[in-house]
């Protein structure tokens, strides 16, 4: 069965703390995404990466950063994390017509 | 740029009657189009997708959608729904490149209330 993990269901960090979302995928797939969720706002994309070593922004990269050292590892790596990071994350594997969503961390700065 | 309209963010339906949501999107290419539903504290699931051949689309929970071209429209519909449809439902429209997929710019989303 297809699986994407994330290290953490809720999660509550302090401001100007640096904070690491960790997204591990076990299908093999080279596509993965980071994408925030917010209310009337819906889903989108920060940040995103077509194989090892490489990333691409999305929509929304200001504040973020990613790494992805393994191809079945992606991290979101937030420098120093701001209020108006609080929000649910949700890492994506895909293949071609297939996006696969993990449960999502939800975020607390505070 | 791609975008994703879904104009209604609150939609309210009584058990038993028909629904459709609506979606409209913008994208130069050829679009590949999804639907997919959140209930409270859940992931998202996808209902269906469009990618070419037959513009009537089926999905899971007796969810079908029709991608109209020359409305750039691919609304969501379902002849009779049930309590259990009360979800947030999202549009998305993917995009690829020469890399691979770009991923999938979303709708805000339509939250759907049923009433008994």
């Known amino acids: 069965d297809v699986k994407v993990t994330q290290s953490s269901r809720y999660l509550v960090k302090r401001t100007g703390e640096k904070v690491f979302l960790e997204c591990v995928q076990d299908m093999d797939h080279e596509n993965m995404f980071w994408y925030r969720q917010d209310p009337g706002l819906g889903l989108r994309l920060i940040y995103f990466?077509?194989?090892?070593?490489?990333?691409e922004k999305g929509d929304i990269p200001e504040g973020y950063s990613v790494s992805r050292e393994k191809k079945e590892r992606f991290s979101l790596i937030l420098e120093s994390a701001s209020t108006n990071q609080t929000s649910m994350y949700l890492c994506a594997t895909s293949k071609p017509g297939e996006t696969y969503f993990g449960p999502g961390t939800r975020l607390t700065v505070t | 740029a791609q975008s994703v309209t879904q104009p209604d963010i609150h939609i309210t339906v009584s058990e038993g009657a028909s629904l459709e949501l609506r979606c409209n999107y913008s994208?130069?290419?050829?679009?590949?189009l999804f639907w997919y539903v959140q209930s409270p504290g859940q992931g998202l699931q996808l209902l269906l997708k469009y990618f070419s051949g037959d513009t009537l689309v089926q999905g899971i929970k007796g969810f079908e959608a029709e991608f109209k071209r020359s409305q750039s429209s691919f609304n969501l519909r379902k002849p009779s729904v049930h309590w259990s449809d009360a979800a947030e439902y999202f549009c998305a429209v993917a995009t690829y490149s020469g890399g691979g997929a770009d991923g999938l710019t979303f709708g805000k989303g339509t939250h759907l209330i049923i009433q008994p």
């Open positions: 994208y130069g290419a050829t679009p590949y």
């Open positions: 990466s077509y194989d090892v070593k490489m990333k």
